[in-house]
């Protein structure tokens, strides 16, 4: 499967090339174009050609809130309390801190520096082979093709480390824009299985 980012150096995080815009400001830059770049670069794992994708900062808990504080967000999304989005930003943070290789990162518009979203990879059902992708993003930014770049650029960074084999995802069974995203970015669809008592509609993509 040919992806249109620059896949990482498998098994090390830590020299992620960015296959666009490079970084030409000088490290010791901290105001100004250059450090507005910095600042949102920091912590990246991938970049696409409208996205910055990087790990969230402990400041924008309450724009991680408020993504899923939409009801046209929430509809397909498992139905949480503000206090259990609260816990599990938090936890990220603190995985993300003790060197956590999949996580939960910041969406980044690269044009205004807004966080438009949340992307993710998830050790799936315990299986250390294979992981589940998904993502949430702002109403604004829906049907512009955001959710397939992302979702793109998350299996690319999978693709990174040689021990995963498989890459899932599910949505509910009326969430057709979502099922369109996954089917563009090269998973299929195996049926539907049953996960917390509700019924969603399973996708896999096999990398080995």
């Known amino acids: 499967m040919t ?21 030409t400001c000088g490290l010791e830059s901290s105001d100004g174009i250059c450090g507005f770049f910095l600042s949102l670069t920091m912590h990246s794992i991938a970049e696409t ?27 397909h999304l498992p139905v949480r309390t503000d206090e259990e989005h609260r816990k599990i930003f938090r936890d990220t943070i603190n995985e993300d801190a003790d060197g956590a290789v999949f996580s939960k990162w910041a969406v980044i518009h690269k044009t205004d520096g807004d966080l438009i979203g949340m992307g993710l990879l998830r050790i799936y059902n315990g299986e250390p082979d294979k992981l589940e992708t998904g993502y ?24 990174g480390y040689p021990e995963i084999t498989t890459i899932v995802a599910v949505t509910t069974p009326t969430n057709i824009a979502s099922q369109i995203v996954l089917e563009k970015a090269g998973l299929i669809k195996q049926g539907n299985i049953v996960r917390n008592n509700e019924e969603l509609s399973f996708y896999k993509m096999d990398l080995a």
């Open 136 to 159: 949430a993003l702002h109403v604004k930014y829906w049907g512009q093709g955001i959710a397939t770049e992302l979702t793109h650029a998350l299996i690319a960074y999978a693709m």
């Open 49 to 75: 050609p409208r996205l910055i994708i990087r790990q969230f900062h402990p400041e924008e808990e309450e724009a991680y809130l408020e993504l899923f504080s939409d009801q046209l967000v929430k509809e």
């Open 3 to 23: 992806l249109p980012y620059t896949l990482p150096v498998r098994g090390n995080r830590t020299s992620l090339p960015f296959s666009n815009t490079p970084n």
